[in-house]
C-alpha cells in the first residue's frame, strides 16, 4: 500500500524559531505537494515540487528522491503561520493513475509570540 | 478573479435523501478532484477527473457519484446519504501537462451533516 507519513503530528515553537516539518512516502512519486490549512479556513497549496528545493519567501521545500522524503522549513517562524500543514504524494506515473493523490495526516504547528 | 466555487458551504440533510455539491472552476483547469477531510484521518481523495468525460476513483469511492460533462464542472454526488458521510468536502483542481501537472487551487469546503 503507497503511504505517507508526517512528522511531527504536532509542533509548538516561539517567534522567529526555526521550523521544520517532514514528509516520508512508501515508494516512487511523480510529485509532492505542500498545502497549508488555517484554522477553520480553506487549503492553500505552498509547493509542488518533484525534485531538488524551491523557496517562496520564509518557505523551503525540499525532496530527496532517493531517501523518499521531503522536508517543509518555516524561517523565521511567525504566529500567522500557525496552522496545518500538510503533504500530498501523487505516486501514479502515468495515465489516468497520474490525478491519484495520497495524504500525510497533517502537522499542527503553533507559533507563539 | 480565478478560483474554485462550491456550493452549498454548510448543508444539513437526513439519511437517504439524495443531495449534489456543486464544484465549479473558471481557469480552464483539465483536473477536478474531490476530497473529504475528518477528524483523526486527514484528507481522502473521493473522485478524480483528469478531463472531460474521464472520470476515476479516488481512496473512498464509495457512496459517491461523479459526472464530468463540461470542463468547468465537476458536481458531487449523493445518491443516499448516511451519517457515516458527515465531513468537510474540498474541491480541487489544476491544469495538467504531458509532462506534469501544476499546483492544486482549492474551493472554501463543504460542511456537511447527515443526520
Known amino acids: 500500500k503507497n503511504e505517507v507519513e508526517q512528522s511531527p503530528q504536532n509542533l509548538t515553537a516561539q517567534e522567529g524559531e526555526f521550523i521544520t516539518i517532514n514528509c516520508s512516502y512508501s515508494?516512487?512519486?511523480?510529485?509532492l505537494h505542500w498545502l497549508q490549512q488555517h484554522p477553520g479556513g480553506g487549503i492553500v497549496s505552498l509547493f509542488m515540487?518533484?525534485?531538488g528545493k524551491k523557496k517562496h519567501g520564509r518557505l523551503i521545500a525540499t525532496i530527496n528522491i532517493q531517501e523518499k522524503h521531503s522536508s517543509l522549513h518555516i524561517t523565521a517562524s511567525h504566529p500567522r503561520d500557525s496552522a496545518v500543514y500538510i503533504c500530498?504524494?501523487?505516486f501514479g506515473a502515468g495515465g489516468t493513475s497520474y490525478g491519484k493523490l495520497t495524504f500525510g495526516q497533517g502537522t499542527i504547528l503553533t507559533v507563539h509570540p | 478573479e480565478a478560483q474554485v466555487t462550491q456550493n452549498p458551504r454548510y448543508l444539513i440533510t437526513v439519511t437517504g435523501k439524495k443531495l449534489t455539491v456543486t464544484c465549479s472552476q473558471n481557469?480552464?483547469?483539465?483536473?477536478m478532484s474531490w476530497y473529504r477531510q475528518d477528524p483523526g484521518l486527514g484528507l481522502r481523495q473521493i473522485y478524480y477527473?483528469?478531463?472531460?468525460?474521464?472520470?476515476d476513483k479516488g481512496d473512498v469511492p464509495e457512496g459517491y457519484k461523479v459526472s464530468r460533462k463540461e470542463k468547468r464542472n465537476f458536481p458531487l454526488i449523493l445518491e443516499s446519504p448516511s451519517p457515516n458521510q458527515t465531513s468537510l468536502y474540498f474541491c480541487?483542481?489544476?491544469?495538467?501537462?504531458?509532462?506534469?501537472?501544476?499546483?492544486?487551487?482549492f474551493g472554501n469546503g463543504t460542511r456537511l451533516t447527515v443526520t
Open positions: 480541487a483542481s489544476s491544469t495538467t501537462w504531458s509532462g506534469g501537472m501544476s499546483p492544486l487551487h
Open positions: 515508494v516512487g512519486i511523480s510529485a
Open positions: 515540487l518533484s525534485s
Open positions: 500530498a504524494v501523487r
Open positions: 481557469m480552464n483547469h483539465e483536473y
Open positions: 477527473s483528469m478531463n472531460v468525460e474521464v472520470t
